[in-house]
């Protein structure tokens, strides 16, 4: 059995084939995911997984040099943000490299996310909790 955080299959190959830049977005339940994006989908229940789990246990296996929030979070939902800047605030310390944080309106945030390598569906219910992790190198 895998020793490592990540037990999900689908998500360990989408984590191990990342590449420099290569962007992931982990979701709440209500994020608009286009047919042909590559989707983990993670729901089970309302808020099981809830967002900020599921964004810890991915930064335990993924070096991440950029995240993306959509601007809305800031006043929608202020409190996953702060936990959620803490958090990456922590991983950067870890990794010893700074994560840039930056903010697009939620329309831009959806067609940056669009682009992301696959998409990872959580149960979260509270508005704007959504984020795209860019890979970055450990080196």
Do not use: W
């Amino acid at each position: 059995m895998k020793k490592t955080t990540i037990l999900n299959a689908q998500l360990s190959q989408v984590i191990a084939t990342m590449g420099h830049t290569d962007g992931l977005t982990i979701c709440d339940a209500g994020l608009p995911i286009p047919l042909e994006q590559q989707c983990v989908d993670l729901a089970l229940t309302r808020n099981i997984p809830n967002f900020l789990s599921t964004v810890e246990a991915v930064l335990s296996e993924l070096f991440v040099e950029k995240i993306v929030l959509a601007d809305e979070i800031k006043r929608n939902n202020p409190q996953v943000e702060e936990r959620l800047l803490q958090l990456i605030a922590n991983i950067s310390q870890q990794q010893g490299k700074v994560i840039s944080v930056e903010y697009l309106p939620h329309s831009e945030f959806k067609l940056q996310s669009s682009q992301a390598k696959a998409v990872v569906r959580t149960g979260e219910c509270s508005p704007y909790a959504n984020v795209i992790l860019y890979s970055g190198v450990p080196f």
